[in-house]
């Protein structure tokens, strides 16, 4: 029995059209359109049709945690709790089992310790607990098995997740025209989308059509339906006005997400908000922007909202070809030895399939 792997049957509305993933019906389009001179076009045709996926490792993991509760834990013969690896392994073969298959796919963790973040900020993500035991155990469970499929995985020390993922997805789309698709279920990815990129995310909960445990196509179509009509890249400045309480990032005071919109559609950017604090309406906008630690509360969370695209390390310079799937040198003989150590009998199968083994 697979609880958490069968419900991913949607992500089979993903389908491939015009060099790129889109969603069935024609919305959310991962189309060709790229960021390059028409001269380049030539060194891209070799790349026409290559599909990325990008994997938030730690946020995949919570939700695998969070999904069964205490009393329906997953466990071995013997009596081993594989809850965490289970659900994020299924996740994982989920996003192989796209159709068409991803080409490339790699998988981002956060490193431990501090980022510029903490720097500016000595109270970013202060309020989170620590993770849970049953992660800590299942990180490198999980990074074995990835390595054992043969699949790409990242960690950064001193670099967000957030900010490999955003960077590699420019690198995908601008440099090989490649259709990418970042699998995690956090908003702050909102502000990649454009075309080219679109993120699977978990279903709204008022969704009936779809399993709560499946993630589905986000595009740049849906965020302007939930946001009313702004553009992705307004979500950052959204957030730097309304904060953020997830990553305890403080926004200004008194301005929530419907009151941000507003101001957005009033003046179009953060920094004509700022500008034009005094003009804003209604009246209490103006009231909550008139101080100077309304507008520095503003301008540095804006600082800790941004996702950085321009990381300059080895692993956001590893060669895109580099993250392209293939089938281990062993022949898989690890991977399906550590399935077999989990008893992950579902998921040998599954990845025999993906194989062409079966």
């Known amino acids: ?57 730690m946020a995949l993991l919570y939700r695998s ?39 490339h796919f790699a998988v981002v963790f956060d490193a431990s310790g501090k980022t510029f973040r903490h720097e500016l900020y000595t109270g970013y993500k202060g309020q989170r607990p620590p993770a849970p035991e049953e992660i800590v155990n299942a990180v490198p469970v999980v990074q074995d098995l ?13 670099v967000e997740a957030d900010d490999v993922i955003g960077t590699l997805a420019r690198r995908a789309v601008e440099e090989e025209g490649m ?15 454009r075309p080219g990129v679109i993120l699977l995310r978990p279903p709204k909960k008022n969704r009936e059509d779809v399993n709560r445990y499946s993630l589905v196509p986000y595009s740049e179509d849906d965020f302007a ?32 997400p419907k009151m941000a919109i507003k101001l957005l559609h009033q003046f179009g950017s953060l920094d004509e908000v700022l500008r034009r604090a005094d003009e804003a309406q209604p009246k209490r906008a103006a009231t909550a922007l008139a101080t100077e630690d309304a507008l520095a509360a503003a301008r540095l969370s804006k600082q800790l909202v941004e996702l950085r695209t321009d990381v300059d390390v080895p692993s956001t310079n590893l060669t895109l070809d580099s993250m392209r799937l293939r089938i281990p040198a062993d022949g898989g003989r690890a991977a399906f030895d550590m399935l077999a150590e989990l008893e992950f009998e579902s998921h040998a199968k599954r990845l025999k399939n993906l194989w062409n083994m079966a």
């Open 225 to 256: 339906i939930e946001w009313d009509g702004l553009r992705p890249e307004q979500f950052v400045d959204v957030l730097s006005l309304m904060g953020d309480s997830s990553d305890n990032v403080p926004g200004v005071p008194g301005i929530g």
């Open 1 to 57: 029995m697979r609880p958490l792997s069968r419900a991913y049957g949607a992500f089979r509305r993903l389908q491939l059209g015009n060099g790129g993933w889109q969603q069935h019906g024609g919305r959310g389009a991962l189309a060709s359109r790229r960021r390059v001179a028409s001269s380049a076009s030539s060194a891209l045709s070799a790349h026409e049709g290559d599909r990325m996926v990008l994997t938030d490792a």
């Open 65 to 103: 945690h969070f999904a069964f509760s205490h009393d329906h834990r997953l466990r071995t013969s013997g009596n081993r709790d594989t809850t965490v690896e289970f659900g994020f392994l299924s996740t994982v073969l989920s996003l192989l089992e796209l159709s068409p298959h991803p080409t």
């Open 179 to 193: 259709a990418v698709a970042v699998a995690s279920p956090d908003k702050d990815f909102f502000q990649l989308l």
């Open 146 to 158: 990835l390595r054992a499929m043969n699949i790409t995985e990242i960690r950064v020390p001193g």
